[in-house]
C-alpha cells in the first residue's frame, strides 16, 4: 500500500537523524545540534536553538555533512 509504504519511509528518516542533518520542523528549516530519545535540538540561526519532539520532524534534508 502507498500509505504504508509513505510511513516506513518517513520513520527511517527520522531514524537517520544525527548531529548536523538539516530538518524542516512545523516548516522551520534548522541543522541538528543534539539528538535526544524523542527530542531533537535545532540550531534555526546562529546562537538560537529551539527543541522540537522528534516526530514532528517533516522532513530530513540532509545528512551529516
Known sequence: RPQQKKFKEH??????IEKGSE???AGV????TAVMDD???IEIA???E???VKAYVSQ??????
Do not use: D, P
Not at 520513520?11 to 537517520?16: D, G, I, Y
Open 11 to 16: 520513520e527511517k528518516a527520522l531514524n537517520s
Open 46 to 48: 546562529k546562537g538560537v
Open 60 to 65: 530530513v534534508l540532509s545528512s551529516k555533512e
Open 23 to 25: 530538518v524542516i520542523v
Open 29 to 32: 528549516l534548522g541543522k541538528v
Open 50 to 52: 529551539i527543541t522540537a
Open 39 to 41: 527530542k531533537i535540538k
